[in-house]
């Protein structure tokens, strides 16, 4: 089936870092997603794409939609400790049998020690 | 409501007993969606409702889970004589409606511990 292969699984930042992550599949989608769940709290939908090569910033976070359609990527400028979480990308199937997101299994921010 | 509501937001029972997870989405959302979430870990997407009925409950762990959804409003998620591997968060989630570009609106979670 469809699946959406998220990388890294896990990185460590310190502040002022900037950070990079993707989300690559063998499928094409039209709509790629990215939400951020803080501990304790269910994920918040920070950036969506609707357009191949497309280029959406959300202040310190800029995600863009690859020209391929297969692919999304994330960058975190700058960062500082409340970035710190899990990010999970998200891609929206027309039909499908969970209704219509798939999700990454999410890459988890922590702060170094 | 403002936002989906999940009920108790945590939840301890004993290994056996059964247990109600009760989800409350954004008024007008037609879509609703479980997911279930181990410590820390990804998504496992458990079934979702087109109004009241749910199209596919091949999501579901095992025949001791089961959901429903009335009225087209509030969902129940049930599991039957609780295991310890049933421990993790459940989260709900709500869109306006099913293949929505503006993807899922999600709850709190409900932790639910087996002891």
């Known amino acids: 089936g469809q699946q959406l292969n998220q990388s890294p699984q896990s990185m460590f930042i310190q502040e002022g870092e900037d950070v990079s992550m993707n989300c690559t599949s063998s499928?094409?989608?039209?709509?790629w997603l990215w939400y951020k769940q803080d501990p304790g709290e269910g994920p918040v939908l920070l950036i969506a794409l609707y357009k191949a090569g497309e280029l959406t910033s959300n202040g310190r976070l800029t995600a863009q939609f690859g020209i391929t359609r297969k692919d999304s990527f994330l960058n975190i400028s700058a960062s500082i400790p409340s970035d710190v979480g899990i990010y999970f990308c998200a891609a929206l199937l027309d039909g499908g049998s969970q209704g219509n997101l798939i999700f990454g299994k999410g890459t988890k921010l922590s702060v170094k020690p | 409501g403002a936002g989906v509501s999940q009920s108790p937001s945590n939840k301890v029972t004993e290994k056996g007993k059964d247990v109600e997870l009760r989800c409350d989405p954004i008024s007008g959302h037609t879509a609703l969606y479980w997911y279930r979430q181990s410590l820390g870990q990804g998504l496992e997407f458990l079934i979702y409702?087109?109004?009241?009925?749910?199209?596919?409950k091949s999501g579901l762990p095992s025949d001791r889970f089961s959901a429903e959804r009335t009225g087209g409003s509030v969902s129940t998620l049930t599991i039957q004589r609780t295991q310890q591997e049933d421990s993790a968060v459940y989260l709900c989630?709500?869109?306006?409606?099913?293949?929505?570009?503006?993807?899922?609106?999600f709850g709190s979670g409900t932790r639910l511990t087996v002891v």
């Open positions: 409702f087109q109004g009241n009925s749910a199209p596919d």
């Open positions: 499928s094409i989608f039209n709509t």
């Open positions: 989630a709500s869109s306006f409606r099913l293949n929505s570009p503006y993807g899922y609106t």
